[in-house]
């Protein structure tokens, strides 16, 4: 069995606890979600993609990454350093993430900048309905739907549907030909992910990005994931004509976050044109 058969099978044990009524009524009374994809569309149309910047402790494929690490002080590090928006893993078992962390960075109104909070994206596997409540009541502004994880079409396209509904921005994220295709049947979709690691055998390639993108029409929103480094990492996914990337690892393992946020986020350019 590999790690996402692995992971599925460990969340439909914990869709099974969720008290879904509980959830439901707890969304319906939640605030409206931030508008997240206007956020990362802010450079649309400028030479800089967007960053996406994401709060990550561990992964299946790396193992510890940064398990100490103070999810909000960094939170705030991002922020103040040119993230367009922040991605929050809340799987626990696999990523050392949780649902806390979302809601309170939901909450947080830091007095040290004016920009903040920006919307906040949950990281999980989403596979229920149920799972997309649960989201809104505890602070999401968008949700990931990951097309290998949902091999249904049906389903894939009524939980991209109830999340629109929800006020949330899906997110769906692929990594073939055959998953983009898929997605783009789904009605109304605007913000693809465009996942270079090969979720069969971790391998990771920004040729990903750049074979697939092509497939994507101009009017949705592309957003590159894994395998982003550098600042020409950053230009090469720019020239292959991506909205916005999703960056994770290379922040979260920096001797210095805030520096790796400028150069991944353009801020640096930005700043010493001024």
């Given amino acids: 069995m590999n790690i996402l058969a692995k992971i599925i099978e460990q969340k439909k044990l914990e869709i099974a606890a969720l008290d879904a009524q509980a959830l439901r009524r707890a969304a319906e009374q939640s605030p409206t979600p931030r508008d997240f994809l206007a956020a990362i569309q802010r450079r649309r149309f400028g030479t800089h993609s967007s960053l996406i910047a994401e709060l990550k402790r561990a992964s299946p494929s790396k193992g510890l990454l940064a398990p100490h690490l103070d999810l909000f002080q960094v939170a705030d590090i991002y922020t103040q350093n040119g993230a367009s928006a922040i991605s929050v893993l809340t799987d626990e078992k696999f990523f050392m993430g949780s649902l806390l962390t979302l809601r309170k960075l939901k909450d947080l109104r830091p007095s040290t900048f004016d920009h903040y909070p920006v919307p906040l994206l949950r990281k999980d596997f989403i596979l229920h309905e149920t799972q997309l409540y649960e989201s809104r009541a505890n602070g999401a502004d968008a949700v990931l739907l990951i097309a290998a994880a949902l091999t249904d079409d049906a389903l894939f ?65 592309v957003v590159a994931e894994s395998g982003i480094f550098t600042a020409n990492d950053v230009e090469r996914l720019a020239k292959a004509n991506v909205d916005a990337i999703l960056v994770g690892e290379a922040l979260v393992t920096s001797d210095d976050i805030g520096a790796k946020v400028r150069e991944l986020s353009g801020m640096e350019c930005q700043t010493s044109k001024v």
């Fill in 157 to 221: 396209a009524d939980l991209h549907a109830l999340a629109l509904e929800l006020g949330l921005t899906p997110l769906v994220e692929v990594h073939d030909k055959a998953e983009t295709e898929r997605a783009l049947k789904i009605p109304n979709i605007q913000l693809i992910g465009i996942n270079n690691r090969n979720l069969a055998t971790f391998d990771v390639t920004l040729e990903t990005t750049e074979r697939l993108r092509p497939m994507i029409p101009a009017a949705i929103t």
